[in-house]
């Protein structure tokens, strides 16, 4: 019953999904991929090319050919050894940097004929193809198919020529199957054309190019590539196609889906070292891709300016190509393309559905020259945690402005969020006639960027430009009755609704506004200056009255008078200081120098001591201003006293 069951399930599953979870046998088995069958001629010589992973242990491992009879396998020639009976005319030669290795049979004899293997490391290990080589005895001999090995979601391309005598006939490609051949793409076919497939003519005459995209592992198999009808003429070619998972190889997105109004992101392979290769992105138009609608070198289609842009990312060998403004005609798949490395070229489908796209806000702003102006993008809450930014949008790219020139926080009045919304805001001012032009507000997560919402910028030399009231900014000095923020004001702006006056008393008052302000300023400075000088040294000093007088006496004053009487103490003097008894110095004796060593000062008397000197040669000074007749000063002589 269980069996019953799952044989069941099984059925309710699509053949394609099967399909493109079980890989084929040959995948399975070995990575090693060569050529089913070799013709060759006697006497003649053959070619055989194998492929294998271009991994570190591949690329080094020992690389063999060796003849299969019954369950063995005897080694013919490999990295180091060549059996006697080929020596001479059978050589190996490795290209690691090709992912191949070749195999050269010369001077072929009937008994070469047989079935080989071409594999790395040692006989049985499992990394090996199975080759069949024929031998005729006189040309001619069936042409052998070309080999293509595909990595898995890469791009495959194949060019097919038949002469210019098939320039006017049918192209094909077509896949080899039980029944016939199944058409993949031809000439004839405009309307109903795959996405991720093209089909392009190409010089010189008669030859053709035919590129598919996104390679899975049903793609593997054989192909004819040929000029008139499958079954009807014989210009054809057999193509060969192996398919094999690079773990290195990044694997894109196939098809986007996008709401109108919003934008879409397409990623595109490249390889930075190959620094002159041309890259160019475009849509697909029946068979073959339109017109290029923006590449490397900074063109991009008049209908798509500021719509586009191209962010290259070195890191992790990235192209990414954003574009926004969606509508239902872009709808189709665009091909990421290049003039070199084809196997990087790469088609997504895009789907664009109604719907409200993630960023919000005023698609075009007016404004005056000379005004400020704040453009708005509002984005859901669930976005908290995402990068915002802001660029400004140019032919080559979108260059990133400065985090100081955006704010994020709540929606303000006028800035037409939903409540639940924040905002992220890129303040611009004074603006000019350069700063016009294009400005996106996107997402950034993990360095992989996500929607994107493009607002253009008109900017106006007059004063006739049309102000959105949404995108009105307001300084904090107008008054309440000022246009709500979010937008442009200009410096030179009249405000409207103010009460009306006469024409006499406005031109007074404005006169009287325009003498006294600037005065006022002034006179405000001057006066904050001097209390700050003053401050600064009232705080460093102290009022002292020395008899008539009143001065501000530094306490540095202070030090370096201690200082100096600390350090004259000791000195012999007979000078007595102005002011009468506060000071009595004589000849220092024995006693006197014991009783001063006995009574050291404290710091507080040192200081009084200073103070106190200052005090008399400050009266000193006073008495010989007034002529000696100082009240309460005593003047007479000094004298020594025992």
């Known amino acids: 019953m269980t069996l019953l069951a799952f044989l069941f399930l099984l059925t309710l599953v699509p053949a394609g999904s099967v399909r493109s979870r079980h890989l084929p046998k040959a995948a399975i088995s070995s990575p090693v991929f060569g050529p089913r069958e070799v013709h060759g001629v006697r006497g003649g010589s053959v070619t055989?090319?194998?492929?294998?992973?271009?991994?570190?242990?591949?690329?080094?491992?020992?690389?063999?050919?060796?003849?299969?009879?019954?369950?063995?396998?005897?080694?013919?020639?490999?990295?180091?050894?060549?059996?006697?009976?080929?020596?001479?005319?059978?050589?190996?030669?490795?290209?690691?940097?090709?992912?191949?290795?070749?195999?050269?049979?010369?001077?072929?004899?009937?008994?070469?004929?047989?079935?080989?293997?071409c594999g790395l490391g040692t006989n049985g290990r499992g990394l090996s193809f199975r080759v069949t080589l024929s031998v005729a005895e006189a040309p001619p001999v069936p042409e052998d198919a070309e080999l293509f090995y595909v990595k898995l979601r890469s791009t495959w391309t194949v060019t097919c020529g038949f002469g210019k005598e098939t320039a006017e006939m049918r192209k094909y490609l077509c896949k080899k199957e039980k029944d016939g051949c199944r058409n993949i793409i031809n000439s004839y076919q405009d309307k109903d054309v795959p996405g991720g497939l093209q089909l392009t003519f190409e010089s010189p005459p008669g030859s053709f190019r035919v590129t598919m995209t996104q390679m899975d592992w049903e793609d593997a198999g054989l192909y004819y590539c040929g000029a008139g009808e499958y079954e009807k003429d014989s210009t054809k070619k057999e193509l060969d196609v192996f398919i094999y998972d690079d773990k290195h190889f990044p694997h894109l997105k196939t098809n986007i889906t996008a709401k109108v109004g919003g934008s879409a992101s397409f990623e595109c392979l490249y390889d930075p070292l190959l620094n002159s290769s041309s890259r160019f992105w475009c849509k697909q138009k029946g068979r073959q891709c339109g017109n290029t609608i923006i590449d490397n070198n900074g063109r991009v289609e008049d209908s798509y300016e500021g719509r586009v842009a191209m962010f290259e990312n070195p890191e992790n060998k990235t192209l990414t190509i954003i574009l926004n403004q969606l509508q239902e005609k872009d709808k189709g798949t665009y091909w990421c393309m290049s003039n070199e490395l084809r196997e990087q070229q790469s088609s997504t489908e895009l789907t664009v559905v109604p719907g409200e796209p993630a960023l919000t806000g005023k698609k075009e702003v007016e404004a005056q020259a000379d005004s400020r102006v704040n453009l708005t993008c509002c984005y859901p809450c669930k976005y908290y945690s995402y990068e915002k930014y802001w660029c400004r949008w140019n032919s080559t790219g979108c260059a990133m402005l400065p985090e100081q020139q955006q704010q994020q926080g709540l929606p303000q009045p006028g800035d037409g969020c939903e409540p639940n919304a924040r905002t992220v805001v890129l303040s611009l001012g004074p603006v000019a006639e350069e700063d016009e032009g294009w400005y996106w507000c996107g997402l950034k997560r993990n360095g992989v960027f996500g929607e994107t919402m493009a607002v253009e910028l008109r900017v106006s030399a007059g004063r006739d430009a049309k102000l959105s009231p949404e995108f009105l900014d307001v300084d904090s000095s107008h008054d309440p009755g000022a246009a709500p923020p979010g937008g442009a004001h200009s410096d030179t702006e009249v405000r409207k609704g103010a009460a009306p006056e006469s024409s006499d008393e406005s031109h007074g008052s404005n006169t009287l506004a325009l003498v006294l302000g600037p005065l006022a300023g002034l006179i405000l400075i001057v006066v904050t200056a001097f209390a700050i000088v003053?401050?600064?040294?009232?705080?460093?000093?102290?009022?002292?009255?020395v008899g008539s007088y009143r001065t501000n006496i530094s306490m540095s004053d202070f030090e370096s008078v201690r200082d100096f009487s600390a350090s004259n103490s000791v000195k012999e003097t007979h000078e007595t200081p102005m002011g009468g008894d506060e000071f009595i110095t004589?000849?220092?004796?024995?006693?006197?120098?014991?009783?001063?060593?006995?009574?050291?000062?404290?710091?507080?008397?040192?200081?009084?001591?200073?103070?106190?000197?200052?005090?008399?040669?400050?009266?000193?000074?006073?008495?010989?201003?007034?002529?000696?007749?100082?009240?309460?000063?005593?003047?007479?002589?000094?004298?020594?006293?025992?």
């Open 586 to 642: 004589t000849t220092d004796t024995p006693d006197n120098a014991a009783n001063t060593t006995k009574a050291k000062r404290s710091s507080k008397e040192e200081a009084d001591l200073a103070y106190s000197s200052f005090l008399a040669t400050s009266s000193s000074i006073a008495q010989a201003s007034s002529g000696g007749h100082s009240a309460g000063l005593d003047v007479s002589p000094p004298q020594d006293r025992v």
């Open 48 to 117: 055989v090319k194998c492929f294998y992973p271009p991994t570190p242990m591949n690329k080094h491992d020992r690389k063999y050919w060796c003849r299969q009879k019954g369950s063995s396998c005897f080694t013919v020639v490999s990295s180091d050894f060549v059996a006697a009976a080929y020596r001479g005319r059978v050589t190996l030669t490795d290209h690691p940097q090709e992912e191949h290795f070749l195999i050269s049979i010369s001077a072929l004899e009937m008994g070469d004929a047989g079935t080989f293997q």
């Open 534 to 545: 003053k401050y600064r040294q009232l705080k460093r000093s102290d009022l002292v009255s």
